[in-house]
Each structure stands twice: as C-alpha cells, then as structure tokens.
C-alpha cells in the first residue's frame, strides 16, 4: 500500500513522533521564596515549560510531596501528589504552570524535597513518549 500511495500522490496525514533529546526546556520558582513554620501559608511555585522540539507536545506536569510532612497541595496538607495538564504546546511556545503549595498550623521548620516530573505524551495521556525529572527544596522557617 505504500508503493501505491506514493505512485497516486496519497500522502497519510499523521503526526510525526519525536522521542530522542530533551524535549523541554524548564525553569522553576517558588513564590514567595519560602512558607512559615506553625501558621498556614502557601507559596505558588511557577514553571515555565518550553518546547525544545519542531512538533507539538502534549504535556503534563506531576509533582510529589514526601508523605511524612504537613505541607500539601490543600490546605489541610494531606494531598500529596498533584497533575497539571497542559495540553499541546507548539515548537518554541512556553506554557506556564502554577502550582500551589500549602502549609498550616503543624508545619514545622525545615527544607522538604519537592519531585517534579515533566511528561511529553503520544496522542492522548495515557500514553508517555518522554518525561524530564527534576527535584527543588522548599525551605520552611
């Protein structure tokens, strides 16, 4: 069939895969730069996600909390894990993220690890063609 299409002139409209190299160009910052230990407070921490490829991406973005301490993604500080869907972003197009961080009345002081993983996806997003990993502090005083 494709010895035919080529001699008619059928080309297949598909959308071409791109899974080698880095696929993103990311920077992070927390707003404001910290939380405050023993009162409920929360920070927004901002990602700026360019695409570092010549075709479309379909992204997300997951962050994970450690389980042990009270910040979270709610106020209360129990929801530790959070996705982001971005949807399609163009070749060279920056999309931005915002991710809101919580802290309350037991948060005690201390630097927590926060994981990012960034997700480039195949058509629908069950379904990962490439994915960054990136890890930042949070700084609580």
Known sequence: ?????????????????????????????????????????????EIQIENATSEYQLVSVDALLPKQVMIGFDPTGINKHIEKRLGEIKPA????????????????????????????????????LNYIKKKLTIRVV
């Open 1 to 45: 069939m494709g010895f035919l299409d080529a001699v008619l002139g059928i080309e297949k409209s598909q959308k071409k895969v791109h899974n080698t190299g880095k696929p993103f160009n990311v920077s992070m910052k927390f707003v404001p730069i910290r939380l405050s230990s023993g009162k409920e407070g929360k920070m927004d921490l």
């Open 93 to 128: 197009e920056t999309k931005t993220a915002i991710i809101t961080i919580w802290s309350n009345s037991q948060t005690k002081e201390g630097e927590y690890p926060i994981e990012i993983t960034f997700y480039s996806h195949y058509l629908e997003y069950n379904k990962v």
